[in-house]
Structure formats: C-alpha cells, structure tokens
C-alpha cells in the first residue's frame, strides 16, 4: 500500500467497496494527495446493469461492467491500491481504526464504506440470465424509461411494492402488483391507481422475452418483472461499532458523509434510498473532501 508521509503502515483511508462510489472517492483522496487502499469483494451491482440509459455523459448509455473498467482505470492511473478482498472486520486501534481481511489487517486513520446493497431475490430458474437480458430489473427509477407501454409486473408485498408499482404508471397503462404472498392489501387504493392485481402465483416462469406468472386461475405474461422484495444494506462493519441505521438499515450520514462514528463515513446504496450511480458518485466526492480537510496537513 502506498506509505502516508509521516507513518508508513498507516493509510490516510480504507474505502471498503469498489463500486462507483468506492472507487470515486478513492480517486478524489487520491488526488488530494492522500495514501489509500480500496477493498473489494466484487459483487458491485453495477456489474447487474446491461445498459445504463441515466448516467450523464454517456449519449448511448452504458454497461455497468463498462463504466466499473473505466472508473478502475481512471483509479488504477494513480497510487490507489486496489485489493480484491472482504474487509471481515473493523475495530478501534486508539486514535486509528484496524480492518482485518483474510490474509492480513490494515491501520486508517479514516474509513468510507461504499460496501452498497444486496438485493432480495425472487426464486426462479434463470434469474442472472433474466437480469442481464433485462426482462427482470431492480430499478425502475434506472429504467422506467425503457419499459413505456410494455406488460409491467412488480413482484413483492408491502408499502415498497405499491409504491414501486405506482411508480411505474407514469410509464405504462398495463402494470400488475404479483403478490409474493397473502398479504391482504387495499385493493380500492390500486384499482384508483389504475393497476391490476394478482395473487400469489404458483411459480414463475421466464421465457425468451417474457415473464410468466403461473396461478390456479391461469397465466399473466410480463414483457419486464421488477422484484420488489426490499435488500439488505451493507451496514454492518460500522454499526458493529456502534454507527446509526435508519429503518430500512442504511447509515445515518451528516451532510458531510460522515456516520455517527467520527472519522467512518459512507456513501452510494449503503446510505441513499434513491440507489443511483450519480447519487453514489456525488456522496464520494463530498465525503472524499471532507476526509480530506479533517486529516492532518499535507503540505507539499
Ligand atoms: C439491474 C440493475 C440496473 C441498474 N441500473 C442503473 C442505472 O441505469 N443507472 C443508475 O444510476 N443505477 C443503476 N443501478 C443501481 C446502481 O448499480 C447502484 O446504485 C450502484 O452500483 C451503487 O454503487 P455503490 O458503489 O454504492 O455500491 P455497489 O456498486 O453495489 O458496490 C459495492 C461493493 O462493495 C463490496 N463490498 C461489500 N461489502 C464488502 C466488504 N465487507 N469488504 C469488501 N468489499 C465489500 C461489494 O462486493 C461491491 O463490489 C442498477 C442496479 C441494478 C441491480
């Protein structure tokens, strides 16, 4: 790893995930001329997107896994160590923090998880496939735009999965909610918002360029499926140390960033609601240079 000016085995930040966000705060340290490291256990959901249509800059859009090689490019042209490896714990080493992974531990003086989420899945042969081919997506926020006038379902149960719904009609007239299971719901509420729903179907079914919901009472194909199952957020390195979660388990962040452990800051999916890179990019750059301000002076 690359020394820090006055303590050799002490990096100025451990980023711990290299997604987007990750990767965009590492570049932005780096340039700050701070000594970092980013940890990766490669399973960024950038690499889920088969064409990204909503990141600025990118006229003809862009594949998750495209977009990853260039930011680990950009990152890789300075003096970034990039280590594919899961950060398995964070502990408090006096004023610095001390993250182990297999095969050794890592000294810090700061830390900016941009460690992201892990959707729910719904179980059904041939999901990875269906994703990349984009009959199964995750975001309509991402991806509402390509689904205009096409069959819509959403697959889930709750609040979350109304509201995805609702959110889906300002692009189709035809969207289902597919009940993942009893639930009793307020189906006045979705008849006024114009969607359809089906209960709890037997199984599912992915075909060439659909999807199908098998019920008792027959089969509804889907030209696109948005699970709305909810995730689990990456949170737990720092709320083992003691760091706020909101409800949904995202890291409570100050407006720099910064958890409610001092010097451990978050950015990306592990924090927003709103999971997008631009989002996730825009948190790294505000975290990186408060990280910046707060460590010691590096005059040159
Ligand atoms: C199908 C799909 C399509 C999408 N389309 C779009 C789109 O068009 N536009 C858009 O803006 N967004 C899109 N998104 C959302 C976008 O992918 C995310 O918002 C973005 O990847 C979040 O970046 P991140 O850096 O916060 O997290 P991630 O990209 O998920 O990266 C987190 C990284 O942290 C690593 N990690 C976790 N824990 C540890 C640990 N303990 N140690 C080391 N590493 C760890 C993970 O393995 C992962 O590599 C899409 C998502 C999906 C699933």
Known sequence: MMPSSDEPDVLDCLVIGGGP???TA?????????????FDAGRSRA??????????????GISGHELLVLLSTQA????????SARVDSLARSGDLFEASFEGGT?????????????????EIDGHDEAVHRGLIRYCPVCDGFEAADKRIGVYGAGTGAVNKAKFLRSYSRD?????????VLDEEDLRASGIRLIRAPDRLRIEERSIVAVCNEGETTFDVFYPALGCKAGSSLASRLGAECNDVGCLEVDAHQQTTVPGIYAAGDVVSDLHQIAVGTGHAAIAATHIHKTLPPNPR
């Open 21 to 23: 966000a990750g990767l």
């Open 26 to 38: 590492a570049l932005y340290l780096a340039r700050y001329r701070r000594s970092v490291a980013v």
């Open 47 to 60: 690499e889920w997107i088969p064409r990204s249509r909503n990141y600025p800059g990118f006229p003809s």
């Open 76 to 83: 890789s042209s300075y003096n970034i160590s990039l280590i």
């Open 106 to 122: 890592a000294l810090t003086r700061s830390v900016l998880l941009a460690t992201g989420i892990v959707d729910i899945e719904p």
């Open 175 to 183: 969207v289902a909610l597919v009940l993942s299971d009893d639930e």
